[in-house]
């Protein structure tokens, strides 16, 4: 009897320190992902001040590490809407696969209205930077490099089939937290907004 309530009591330290390992690595990995936490890291004031005319040239500048975007028009700035990246937020996107928003000097290259995330607007990834990076990394050949690049200076949709991976863009579904493929996602009601003011060729810009 004295043994059974000895290995009961083993029994039940082990389960419990077990329970508390395992609390603690899930503390820790709450406290160390990125993608857990995307509140407006600098507390800047999200906003949308509708312009009395519309402007005649719009561009985005997204801010991966505060988690915002900024609306600009006619060289002033309009709004600053949250968003949601993919799912692993910390880096530049190298290719297909890794989930990573990418960083750079962008346009939209497309837009899409029957897509379950309300609107899309494709950005032009990979841009001649990218492309250099993969080629550099034989991640794509010099064909595929020189395909890239004569898209992008004419301002039109780059091959999104190659390793360096494609179809990434602005779109709804939600900012709460990091989600996409590589995406830069924000609220319905704002990608709304984004369709009126932005239009291919719109600069995008995305910072670390």
């Known amino acids: 009897m004295f043994l059974k309530r000895k290995l009961l ?17 899930y503390i820790l990995i709450l406290n160390s992902s990125d993608s857990l936490n995307i509140s407006n890291r ?7 001040n509708k312009p009395e ?9 997204v801010f991966k590490e505060n988690r915002f975007l900024e609306l600009y028009g006619d060289n002033k ?3 600053r809407l949250k968003i949601g990246l993919g799912r692993s937020p910390i880096g530049t996107k190298h290719k297909e696969g890794d989930n990573k928003t990418p960083e750079g000097k962008y346009y939209i290259c497309t837009k ?25 990394n034989n991640l794509i050949n010099k064909n595929d490099y020189n395909v890239i690049k004569k898209a992008i200076e004419n301002k039109t ?3 999104w089939n190659t390793a360096l991976g494609g179809a990434v863009g602005i779109h709804g579904g939600g900012n ?8 830069i996602a924000v609220s ?21």
């Open 53 to 61: 005319k519309f402007p005649s040239s719009t561009y985005i500048k």
């Open 77 to 79: 700035l309009i709004g």
């Open 112 to 136: 899409n209205d029957k897509t379950k995330y309300t609107y899309f607007m494709g950005i032009s990834y990979p841009n001649i930077e990218d492309a250099k990076e993969g080629l550099k």
């Open 176 to 183: 709460k937290y990091d989600w996409t493929y590589g995406c």
């Open 42 to 48: 600098n507390n800047e004031k999200l906003f949308f």
């Open 9 to 25: 009591k083993i029994t039940l330290v082990i389960i419990s320190l077990t329970l508390l390992f395992f609390t603690i690595k």
């Open 157 to 159: 949709l780059p091959p």
């Open 188 to 208: 319905n009601e704002d990608i709304k907004l984004l369709w009126q003011y932005c239009n291919y060729g719109t600069t995008i810009e995305i910072f670390k």
